[in-house]
Each structure stands twice: as C-alpha cells, then as structure tokens.
C-alpha cells in the first residue's frame, strides 16, 4: 500500500538527462553552492548539559588499518517502564546538528525514543570517503574530474555486520529498548544504505526511512538486483521515500560549472532518473506485507534534505511536531550529494 504526499509536476521533468542537468545548473562560481566537505560539527546537544535526555557517548574500532566509529546514544532522562524504540541515524555527525534542545523535549513529551547517532570518530560534518565505503553494496568505478577511472565502495554489508553485532548490543547495554520498535534513517548514500539493507536483512529494523537515495550510483543497476531478490522473497516493512521536489524536478540548484570535480559529479548523478525515488515508491508499494509512504518536499534540494527528512521522521515516527517546512540554520542545509 502507497501512502502518498507529491505536488503534481509536468511530464517533461520526469526526463531530465545529463544535457539537462547540467544546463540547470549553470552559474558563476561565485554564486555556486557546493558542500564544503571540511564543515565542522561545531557545539551540538551532544556537548550540552541533560534536559531531556542525557548523551552517552563509545567508539568502536574494526579493520586493518583500524577505522574508528563514534555512536552517540541520547536516552529520555525521565524514562518509561517499558522498553522505549529505537531511531538509528546514519552520518550520525551531521544528525546531531539538527536536533536542538526544543525538539528533544518534544521527542520526550511523546513516544520518547532512544536516539543512536552513528558517526565517525572526527570532527567533521560529513566524511565522504568513509561513508561512500560503508553506505554502497557494491564497488563503483567512475572517471574523476581529470577523467581517469576510480573505484570506490562496497562496504555495506560489512557495516551493517558491524551495527548488528557491535552497535545495537552496545546501546541496549546502555538503554532499554524495545527491539520489535526499531528504525533507521538515511539520507543520500545514506538513503541507499537504507535501502540496501531492506533488500538484503529486512528484519534488522521494522521502519525504514530513505531521504533521497543516491539511487544513481553504480548506474542503479545492482540496486535493481537487489530489490528484484527482495520482491521475489519479502518480509513485512514499513518504508518512507522521501524526495525534495526540486530533486525531482532535476533541478541541482546553483553548481560552479568551471570545476571539473562539479560536472563529474553532475555527469555521474545522471544514472538514474530525478523521479527515481517516486517511482521506487510505486513499485515497492505492491510488494505484499510492504507498507509504503512517500514525501516529497516541495522546493527542497539535494543538500537541505537532511535535516528536513530526519526532522518529518521525528514527527512520522514518535509524534513529534513537525518542523519539517520551518526554515533551517545554514550549517545543516549546505547542497550535497
């Protein structure tokens, strides 16, 4: 079942190509708006005192040469009797920036969730390169900005290995959860992430929320062999896509066009479709026991999906308000991919 929320858009915009997209984006680059992949997280509610919830805080180091990982767990201070869910947030540096000291309380006043912040152990917003090897299933090979072939990814189930056997026994070490009331969110790759993880162990969570998958990578095509073995064999979910109309609409805001690591990018984003996410959504809702709702965003980028999509979780999840459409902070709503 399709439970839907899309304003209507003309047919033409559902074909937008590379010609067209890069097009769109022409600009000078002094109105350019790239990500900054040397953004700082900055103060966060991590670093504040307890209101309502306090913040516990562990490492988990794995690999050779060892790769660190920093989970943030945020538990209700006033806690229930009963096993609380659970939200688990990929690009867990740039999800606490979103949260602010108000929407905690609110979180607290309703369903009261345990929140679990996986990040990397650094100081950075986003880390591209470590979250393109854990969120991707498969190994991806793409010309760079000078043209020559470079591979990377392939390291999703290794990490989803690693939140099963590591992260999740760690948090329920330090708070009482309800395993049957397990969710988790992820936007971009992260969104990818999400997906391939329903495909592949759809009984690791109940809810899956995927903000704008980076359905392109690869081309989409072994995403398409994993969602063929998942329909062929499902399991029940509950599933959100979300997509900001702008993406849909293949509009990629203001790009510096003189940067050849910009038009790579825009060239390898062209694997999929701009309403690749809308129509995942349509075919995933006749998969039985699949519970489907798709949001699209109107006006909303690539980039200020972020916090827009964790913040309707919040809301579609727990009871939260939603402050989804209320303006955001510059620091949270930088354009990336």
Request: aromatic content about 8%; overall charge neutral; glycine content about 8%.
């Amino acid at each position: 079942m399709l439970s839907c929320l899309i304003p209507s858009f003309s047919p033409w915009l559902r074909a937008v190509g590379v010609v067209a997209a890069l097009g769109m984006v022409a600009a000078a680059p002094a109105a350019a708006q790239q990500r900054n992949p040397l953004q700082k997280v900055g103060e966060t509610v991590l670093d504040q005192p307890a209101q309502s919830y306090r913040f516990e805080r562990f490492v988990i180091e794995s690999g050779a040469p060892a790769r660190r990982w920093r989970v943030n767990v945020g538990v209700p201070t006033h806690t229930a009797a009963k096993a609380a869910p659970v939200l688990y947030m990929l690009d867990g540096n740039a999800a606490a920036m979103v949260f602010d000291q108000a929407m905690l309380a609110d979180l607290a006043a309703h369903a009261a969730p345990v929140l679990v912040f996986i990040g990397y152990d650094n100081d950075l917003r986003i880390d591209s390169p470590a979250r393109t090897i854990d969120y991707t299933a498969w190994v991806d090979t793409a010309d760079d900005e000078n043209g020559a072939p470079q591979s990377s990814g392939g390291g999703a189930q290794a990490f989803l290995e690693m939140i099963q056997t590591r992260i999740k026994p760690e948090v329920e070490r330090r708070a009482r959860v309800d395993a049957g009331q397990q969710s988790l969110w992820g936007h971009s790759l992260g969104g990818l992430f999400v997906l391939s993880t329903l495909y592949t162990q759809p009984t690791a969570f109940q809810n899956y929320v995927s903000a704008s998958p980076s359905l392109w990578w690869s081309q989409g095509a072994p995403q398409g062999v994993m969602e063929h073995h998942f329909v062929a064999k499902p399991s029940p979910a509950n599933v959100w896509l979300m997509l900001g109309g702008d993406e849909r609409s293949g509009n990629r805001g203001v790009r510096d066009l003189t940067n050849p690591r910009v038009v790579a990018h825009l060239r390898r984003i062209a694997g999929a479709t701009p309403d690749a996410a809308y129509t995942l959504s349509q075919r995933l809702a006749k998969v039985p026991g699949v519970q489907v709702t798709y949001r699209e965003f109107p006006g909303l980028g690539h980039g200020p999906m972020l916090p827009a999509s964790l913040k309707a979780t919040l809301a579609a999840l727990y009871g939260a308000a939603d402050r989804s459409t209320a303006p955001a902070g510059t620091a949270t709503d930088a354009t990336s991919d």
